[in-house]
């Protein structure tokens, strides 16, 4: 042994090849042992060569890869490379023990671990929680086990799939609180755990790092640079699987505690160690080999080459520089595209523009080492690098995530993280599985960076956000473009190419994620806005996305592809560059950061000068094109709206000057005026994708990203800019400009005639919009939240889930309002009322909803709002609906209601100037122009218009500058105001205003143009105001009209005197405008000028438009004339809710309160009588709604004089007696009657269907089979259950119907080739039609006459019915028809079932199984209508199943199939019932097998056949007759049954008893002698023998009292009784009684007539009464008793078992579900299936006998069966109820369809959770489990539930 060991010292020598073999024979035990010893010597130096060699020996790397090579080669060479690497091993194991067992040295490591967190590492589809109560980061997570473990009663907490995978937070304070540490890591155990003792570990000490070393070297050696055109994931993932084993190794180590991982943190961070294992490998050419492989994979980690620095000393290459400095540039942009594939990064040689940037970035970068190669020095480092090149192999981030309990390994690994991130980058963009290594990428980052104390160490110590900025902006550089937006020869700005995959793929987003996870934390945040540097960076990289995904508008055609980059465009907004600044927004709440928001501000700004240069913008933008992205825009906006709102920041001090506000408002206006375009269906050439940006643009989730920040900026700009300004450019924007004059017709330039309406519509509404808003305006947060709210209630009543979805939340997970808090609760119960889950008679089932309260409709809803916030336009016809229907409802106001006008929060006094839009003359001439219009009724305005020019109006006089002063100065000089429209500017005085005369430019053809000769006397005043206001008139003419173009060309000059004030770039403005769209002034020569005559002021037009809303002459009578009070107090209830009427009159009240002149003007106005109004003429939408009513009307009354006529024809069908078919019989499987027990394990054969299944075999080994196949009924599991919809038709018309069916192509639920359809008058589904059998009702009476013959001759006709020959009855010979139709039902009923259901008997196909099967139909009907009654009848009356229920036209058909059969004459069960027999008869055919014994015949059977048998219709009397000879056989069953349950001593007992009474006169009605005379019988036999010890325990220990005696009988009696009573109602119509439950038999038994009607007595009831013997009752009890005795004398145990019949079954039930959804999730989500033992990927559970089942799981396939499909034919003859367990949701099975039902379990809002996708508690709702279990049993699943779809047999 010392000798084998001393031969391998003597340092790293190559291995001797004998040694191996040596190695293997030593006991490796010993020799560890021996090692340990020598190690633990203070001087150890021997034993540590010793080791040395042995592992040199035992890991040496060449061996077992070149092993697997070879072995490739030799094609998959055997044992080879697998048995070396297990040797290594378990040499490693045995080492590491120190010669003891290594599962003892697990434990005893494990014994020393301080737990105190626990770390447990998940990867994707792990279930996890998040508790927000108990989170300090948003990421925090626990594992199952800890979150069950610790207190999470009421806090907000959900369950969730990893999608990347993550680790449990618990124990780790720094993330999470500790009051939500789970009981295991509550106790901090550091303290009481002992010190780990030196030896223990030492020998890990020694090994590992060789150990370690070793895989490296593997992976170094499996690493092959992949050659350009060949993927090499193939070979990378052969190296993985050879590593499996060495790598499992590694995470068995980390999971044995701390102690442990503390040993692996030290060699994985000891520098020295990796420093003499890979430098001193000199002369080993194996690891010379694979330190080259090192070095070539490193060459390409940095982001440049090294050889390319002398680069970064030019500052502008020229363009003939050498290909190597183009190279230097890695990942230049695309837009030349050649790809250079000699080099790995997608190059291409673009010079200039790519590279000026490129030039700039590098300069800025402060640390220069993450351009250069890496350079590694620990292990660790190393490691890292090869889990990167490898991208991310599971096995691997999961060892590196296990160390992370490890503190100083955490730290560690977190530097070395950030300083491989370009490389992470660099390998993400390259791979193939992106999504794959994005996830891993997170799993890891996430751990690492959600920990701010961490953050903050890396970023001051690392440069951690130099890095990250660097290398996001090297990522999208290599996927630049030129930007096409406004110039598109000379931009020189570029964007992010939104096609490219690097954008479509979101391969960006694990850096992004990492980015906006630091920037959560305030210590880092802060040094990034501080950073000078990093801003411009910053700012550089958002103006990336700055105009991408231009959009260009179609003006001829259709675009042949519809691009979807638009998603990829909206996403990398929101994640790069909205997420980064609501993070950093969260940090700028206090003053003391007022600094931050300037920086910010500043370099914004310089980024929007930049792009406003690069895309040589100077002030009108380019025509027909949009970009939805602005994100500097945005990024200004809000930083803006935080430093006014929570810094008290001056917004005079951030802002620029008015150019840059001019240049700023152009774009964001663009969009909101191409939003109206695209609203208006001008870009449909565009496709559906262009309104897909406009709806992604105001979706909740983007919303506050998007729109809002963009009417932000324009409501600054708006407050800061000449309002005259504003509000022509945008009307010009919106293309309207041409539409404002007074005349009736005008030519648009820009704008085609169908757009007109509702670009003017949605000028307006912007306008509305922008100042109503107050969102950034000096809202509060509450109220923010408040109004969103609201907004979305009144759209649609909503679900708390999906509340929470469209309320906008703030994209920063640790910022503002996080659904589910405290205020998000509070404010949703102030405003809404909680609607309970509610089920609808239909069957929909309803979610618990929110609804808004009353108070919040009167005086909160705000129309503004709802349009802001509506992606579809009919969610505002929605919120107006509602809001109309509640007007209704309380009777506030009748008719259609305008959106009401809501007071606004007062406006932050930093947006005063905002007001002044509404005072500025541009606008009042828009608006005083508009109501000119709609007063004289010209085309393209609507009331939509009307009601925003009121709107309008209403917001000027409530925000009006009190500047009265002038007003009697105003009247004295009227004539002064001639040379322009209006005096002054303020909207009060502007109102009362007359305008008499307008010059406006028309075509030719208009009306006024040969109207407009002046007379004399207007010539002269017409004179004098054309000569004064010549100059303006002049300057007008050159546009279009004379009012508001000159405005244009106002707006125009103002822009160029703030351009020449404020710039030196005059020369700029000089070019000349081709863009400009505006004709000269001669191009239009069919213009003519005209002169209006108006005389009206803007009041006066208000009160005429009062008079044209009400249709009535001098409708408007100023209020205050008859109530002074009003202009006391103006806040009328009686005026807030209304239509335009009560608008106006609103606005004359605020007028008339706001001046004492417009008082008086407009009273002076309403004195004078009024002229008439123009005759209105209907306009063609007026028409068409008209029509619309009238034609609805006549429809409507066609249809009912259809439906009447229909309805006398139809009883002309009832009573000549044609064929009439009865419509929908519906065959349906009938479920299984019962799991009996509710236990853990639910066993399948106590059920009904199992007991009679056991019966008919048993009866089938010792009986003739065709007797037996009388003897009872089948279908007890997959009989057919018939139900209609009580529709009829004739046989024809169904026939064409179903003919049309066919012929209609459309796709149906049902498929008429198998014969289904629906009902064509109510819809419901049916599959078959039931003929109806004529003349029925004439003759009914007659039969129903009670007969006074004795039961004898009835017993005598019922036999001689029975014995004549089955054949149709002759009435219908002629009428093949009807037979045919019969015919037809009975194959219908046939083909429903499955085969296995109907072949009961040996000899397959044989008659008397069809007759089994006819009358069991009948059974299994009447036994279903008996449980939908609730399993008695003591309710009585038809009940619903009443109403579905056929059964009278079912016994036809069923009864005259049975005629077709003859039953063997010889045996008749009747002549059994009524004639006692010669005895010898019995002995004589001994070798056949005997019949069976009447006794053990199941009487209803017997009932159904005797009925069937008989010729229809059947007559009362004959009915009453078969009931009682039954009922005889009956009662004796009940005895002998009573007879064998009891002992022996109470037999006696009772026969002695019985004896002495037998000869009393009323002995055939007493049970006790009937009893006795049965055992006295019975005793004959063997039937009571052999009764041993086992019989003891079927005895009942009670003693037999004769009450309970009775009772026993009655029970046993009652089914019987009840299904003949059903019967009875059937045929002969008769109602059923209700009764008591105890007096049921009683009740029964005399609507049967089995009691004479004059019984009438007080003592207790006895059943033995209703007896009536049809032969003397001894005698036949004795026949039958000896049939019982012969058989009795072979087989007494089936003898008896067959004679006790269990009468009474529990009602069916699905399975009781628990309270909580947990307890089934927990239990059944990992639980693996039986057939292949892995967790099936859909789990489901069957409701009815608890299966567990794989839902789509191929494992346990069959013949193409999925397997939930077969269980529903097993288990539910076709039907089958799953609950899925991993989505919470139920689906039914029905035949060849399929529905997902909904969710029984719904969550504290009352919601479902389908899919768990919120994680919430769930709970059982009981009434929706009482519904699905009601559609089961009463088998209406397919009326109720709509949806149902083929499911191919694949679930």
């Not at 003739?1264 to 196949?1269: E, G, P, Q």
Request: glycine share 6%; charged share 20%; proline share 5%.
């Amino acid at each position: 042994m010392a000798a084998a060991a001393a031969a391998a010292v003597g340092g790293p020598q190559p291995p001797q090849p004998e040694l191996p073999a040596a190695g293997l024979a030593l006991d490796k035990a010993a020799t560890a042992a021996h090692l340990k010893a020598a190690l633990s010597r203070p001087d150890n130096r021997a034993g540590a060569e010793e080791l040395q060699a042995l592992l040199e020996r035992v890991l040496s790397a060449e061996r077992p890869l070149a092993a697997a090579a070879d072995g490739e080669e030799a094609g998959g060479g055997g044992g080879g490379p697998g048995a070396a690497e297990e040797e290594a091993l378990e040499w490693c194991k045995c080492l590491l023990a120190g010669g003891g067992g290594y599962e003892e040295f697990c434990a005893a490591v494990r014994a020393y671990d301080p737990a105190a967190l626990c770390g447990l590492v998940w990867t994707a589809n792990f279930v996890a929680y998040r508790c927000r109560t108990c989170g300090i980061s948003p990421c925090m997570s626990l594992c199952a086990e800890c979150f069950h473990q610790g207190d999470h009663t009421g806090h907000d907490f959900n369950m969730f799939r990893s999608q990347a995978g993550g680790a449990c937070d618990c124990g780790d304070s720094n993330v999470m609180r500790e009051s939500g540490f789970c009981r295991r890591h509550q106790i901090k155990s550091s303290s009481n755990i002992p010190c780990v003792p030196k030896d223990l570990l030492m020998m890990s000490e020694f090994v590992l790092p060789r150990f370690i070393f070793c895989l490296i070297q593997y992976l170094r050696e499996g690493y092959n640079e992949p050659a350009a055109d060949v993927p090499s994931e193939k070979d990378l993932s052969k190296v993985l699987q050879l590593l499996e084993p060495q790598i499992s190794f590694l995470e068995d180590l980390t999971k044995m505690g701390g102690a442990m991982r503390s040993v692996l943190t030290q060699v994985l961070t000891n520098q020295q160690n990796y420093k003499d294992l890979t430098s001193g490998l000199g002369e080993n050419t194996c690891a010379k080999k694979s330190h080259e492989k090192y070095l070539i994979a490193l060459k390409s980690s940095g982001l440049t080459y090294p050889e390319d620095k002398l680069v970064y000393g030019i500052q502008e290459p020229s363009a003939g520089t050498s290909t190597l400095a183009v190279q230097g540039f890695a990942g230049a942009t695309g837009t030349l595209g050649q790809l250079d594939s000699s080099d790995e990064e997608d190059q291409d040689g673009s010079q200039g523009l790519g590279k000026r940037k490129r030039v700039k970035l590098s300069s800025s970068t402060k640390d220069q080492s993450i351009m250069d190669v890496l350079k590694h020095k620990s292990f660790l480092e190393e490691l890292l690098f090869w889990t990167i090149k490898y991208e991310f192999p599971q096995k691997m981030v999961t060892f590196l995530l296990n160390m992370l309990p490890d503190q100083e390994y955490k730290v560690a690994f977190t530097k070395t993280f950030v300083q491989h991130y370009a490389f992470i980058m660099k390998t993400l963009k390259k791979s193939h599985e992106s999504d794959t290594m994005s996830n891993r990428i997170v799993h890891i980052s996430v751990q690492l960076f959600s920990n701010e104390e961490l953050a903050r160490q890396v970023t001051e110590e690392c440069q951690l956000l130099d890095i990250m900025v660097t290398v996001l902006l090297y990522m999208m550089e290599s996927c630049l473009i030129k930007s096409e937006l406004q110039d598109e020869e000379n931009s020189l700005h570029v964007v992010v190419n939104c096609g490219e995959a690097l954008l479509k793929n979101n391969t960006y987003w694990p850096l992004v994620s990492d980015f906006i996870n630091i920037l959560s934390h305030q210590s880092v945040a802060k040094k990034f806005l501080e950073d000078h540097g990093l801003l411009v960076t910053w700012m550089n990289f958002v103006s990336f996305f700055q105009g991408m995904n231009l959009n260009k508008r179609e003006l001829n055609e259709h675009v042949e592809f519809e691009s979807q980059t638009y998603y990829a465009a909206f996403a990398a907004e929101l994640e790069a560059c909205a997420q980064p600044m609501w993070g950093l927004l969260s940090h700028c709440k206090v003053r003391e950061t007022q600094e931050y928001t300037r920086n910010v501000v500043r370099y914004c700004l310089e980024a929007l000068q930049d792009w406003f240069d690069a895309i040589n913008f100077v002030d009108e933008p380019a025509p027909n094109q949009v970009t939805f992205h602005l994100p500097l825009h945005r990024y200004y906006a809000m930083f803006l709206s935080k430093a006014v709102k929570c810094q008290e920041l001056d917004l005079d001090s951030v802002l620029p000057d008015q150019e840059m506000l001019m240049k700023l408002m152009i774009h964001p206006l663009q969009i909101q005026a191409s939003l109206a375009e695209i609203h208006s269906n001008m870009w449909v050439r565009n496709g559906l994708q262009i309104k897909g940006q406009a709806m992604t643009y105001v979706q909740s989730h983007f919303c506050n990203s998007m729109i809002d920040p963009d009417i932000y900026l324009l409501q600054v700009c708006a407050s800061r800019l000449d309002p005259d300004y504003f509000i022509s450019s945008v009307f010009e924007r919106f293309k309207v400009v041409d539409l404002l004059t007074m005349a009736s017709q005008h030519q648009n330039t820009v704008l085609d005639a169908e757009h007109e309406r509702s670009m003017l519509e949605g000028a307006l509404t912007f306008l509305v919009i922008l100042l109503s808003l107050r969102l950034h305006l000096g809202m509060s947060d509450d109220e923010i939240l408040r109004a969103e709210m609201v907004a979305q209630l009144c759209m649609n009543d909503r679900t708390h889930s999906s509340l929470i979805h469209h309320i906008p939340e703030n994209p920063n997970p640790k910022s503002g309002i996080i659904p589910g808090s405290y205020s998000f609760e509070s404010v949703l119960s102030a405003v809404a009322d909680f609607k309970a889950p509610v089920f609808e008679p239909g069957g929909s089932m309803q979610q618990g909803m929110y609804t808004p309260k009353a108070e919040v409709w009167d005086q909160e809803f705000d129309p503004v709002m709802v349009i802001l916030r509506t992606v579809y336009r009919r969610d505002v016809q929605s919120a107006m609906d509602r809001y109309t229907a509640f007007l209704k409802q309380n009777g506030k106001f009748p008719g259609n209601p305008w959106p009401p006008y809501k007071k606004r929060t007062p406006l932050h006094p930093s947006y005063k100037g905002l007001m002044r839009l509404l005072h500025c003359k541009t606008l009042h001439i828009v608006l005083f122009t508009l109501l000119y219009k709609i007063l004289m009724d010209h085309q393209n305005l609507s009331e939509h218009v009307l009601c925003m020019v009121l709107y309008l109006i209403e917001l000027g006089l409530e925000n009006s500058a009190d500047e009265e002063a002038d007003e009697e100065a105003s009247v004295c000089g009227p004539e002064r105001c001639h040379d322009s429209w209006f005096p002054g500017s303020n909207l009060v005085a502007n109102m009362r205003h007359f305008i008499n005369y307008v010059r406006v430019r028309v075509p030719e053809t208009a009306p006024e143009v040969k109207r407009d000769s002046p007379a004399s006397t207007s010539s002269d005043s017409l004179g004098s105001l054309q000569s004064s206001r010549r100059p303006k008139v002049l300057q007008r003419e050159n546009s279009g009209t004379a009012q508001v173009f000159s405005l244009v060309a106002e707006r125009r000059k103002k822009f160029q005197e703030i351009i020449n004030r404020s710039s030196n770039e005059a020369n700029q403005v000089v070019r000349p405008k081709t863009s400009s769209k505006w004709s000269a002034p001669g191009s239009a020569p069919q213009l003519t000028t005209a002169i209006l005559e108006i005389k009206e002021s803007i009041l006066s037009l208000l009160i005429k438009l009062h008079h044209k809303l009400s249709g009535k002459q001098n409708s408007y009578y100023p209020p205050w004339l008859d109530d002074i009070e009003i202009l006391i107090q103006p806040e009328i209830p009686k005026y807030s809710h209304g239509d335009g009427i009560t608008a106006v009159e609103r606005i004359l009240l605020k007028a008339a309160l706001q001046s004492r002149m417009n008082k008086r003007i407009i009273e002076e106005i309403c004195r004078k009588v009024t002229p008439p109004v123009p005759p209105r003429k209907v306009t063609a939408a007026e028409k068409k709604t008209l029509d619309k009513e009238e034609r609805r009307q006549k429809a409507r009354e066609r249809q009912q004089k259809l439906l009447a006529e229909f309805a006398s024809r139809q009883k002309s069908f009832m009573e000549t007696a044609m064929d009439v078919v009865l419509g929908q019989c519906r065959d349906n499987t009938e479920p299984k009657k019962l799991p009996i027990t509710e236990e853990e394990q639910i066993y399948p054969w106590d059920t009904c269907a199992a007991v009679h299944d056991v019966r008919l075999s048993l009866l089938q080994r010792y009986f003739k089979d065709s007797s037996c196949l009388l003897a009872v009924s089948i279908g007890w599991e997959g009989g057919v259950y018939v139900q209609t919809c009580g529709h009829t038709l004739h046989i024809d018309c169904h026939k064409s119907y179903m003919e049309s069916l066919r012929n209609d192509q459309v796709l149906q639920g049902f498929s008429v080739d198998k014969g289904e359809f629906t009902c064509p008058l109510c819809r419901q589904f049916a599959n078959s039609v039931l003929p109806c059998y004529p003349g029925s009702n004439m003759e009914n009476n007659l039969w129903q006459r009670p007969s006074n013959k004795s039961l004898q001759d009835l017993i005598k006709e019922v036999e001689e019915l029975q014995g004549r020959p089955g054949a149709f009855p002759v009435s219908f010979s002629s009428e093949t028809n009807l037979s045919k139709e019969m015919e037809s039902v009975m194959k219908d009923i046939k083909n429903t079932t499955q085969k296995k259901y109907r072949d009961y008997s040996k000899t397959p196909g044989s008659p008397d199984n069809d007759f089994l099967f006819m009358y069991s139909v009948a059974r299994t009907n009447l036994e279903l209508e008996l449980i939908h009654r609730g399993g008695n009848l003591c309710s009585g009356g038809a009940s619903t199943a009443g109403k579905r229920s056929c059964l009278n036209q079912l016994f036809h058909v069923l009864a005259l199939h049975m005629r077709l059969y003859s039953i063997d004459s010889d045996f008749n069960p009747w002549r059994k019932l009524t004639q006692l027999e010669e005895m010898n008869s019995q002995l004589g055919n001994e070798e056949q097998q005997p019949e069976v014994p009447i006794l053990y015949h199941d009487v209803t059977s017997l009932l159904l056949i005797q009925i069937l048998m008989m010729p229809q219709p059947l007559r009362k009397d004959h009915f009453t007759c078969i009931v009682k000879v039954l009922f005889a056989l009956l009662y004796t069953q009940a005895l002998v049954a009573l007879s064998v349950k009891c002992n022996e001593e109470d037999r006696s007992a009772w026969k002695h008893t019985g004896a002495l009474k037998k000869n009393t006169c009323d002995a055939e009605k007493s049970y006790k002698v009937l009893l006795s005379f049965v055992i006295s019988e019975l005793s004959k036999g063997k039937l009571y023998h052999e009764e041993g010890a086992q019989e003891c325990a079927m005895v009942s220990p009670i003693a037999w009292s004769s009450e309970s005696m009775e009772k026993y009988l009655q029970d046993f009696c009652l089914p019987f009784l009840r299904i003949t009573s059903l019967l009875q109602h059937h045929l002969f119509g008769e109602d059923l009684p209700s009764c008591q439950e105890e007096e049921e038999f009683s009740v029964l038994s005399s609507c049967l007539g089995l009691l004479p009607t004059f019984y009438q007595t007080e003592h207790p009831f006895i059943s033995a009464s209703c007896l009536d013997w049809p032969v003397p009752a001894f005698d036949i009890i004795a026949q039958w008793c000896s049939e019982i005795n012969s058989f009795t004398e072979r087989h007494a145990e089936q003898g008896k078992a067959l004679l006790i019949q269990e009468s009474r079954w529990k009602l069916p039930h699905l399975l009781q579900l628990p309270e909580n959804y947990n307890t089934i999730f927990q239990y059944y989500h990992r639980k693996t299936c039986s057939v292949c033992t892995k967790v099936p990927k859909d789990p489901a559970v069957c409701l009815v006998c608890g299966t567990f089942v794989c839902l789509k799981g191929l494992c346990c396939k069959q013949q193409s069966y999925c397997e939930c499909v077969l269980h529903s034919q097993n288990c539910g003859a076709g039907t089958g109820i799953f609950l899925l367990v991993n989505a919470s949701v139920i689906i039914i099975i029905r035949g060849h369809r399929f529905c997902l039902w909904g969710s029984v379990y719904l969550d504290a809002h009352g919601e479902e959770d389908r899919d768990l996708r919120r994680g919430k508690p769930l709970y059982i709702c009981k009434e929706r489990y009482k519904v699905l279990e009601q559609q089961w049993i009463s088998h209406t699943f397919d009326h109720i539930n709509k949806r149902w779809g083929p499911h191919y047999n694949g679930l």
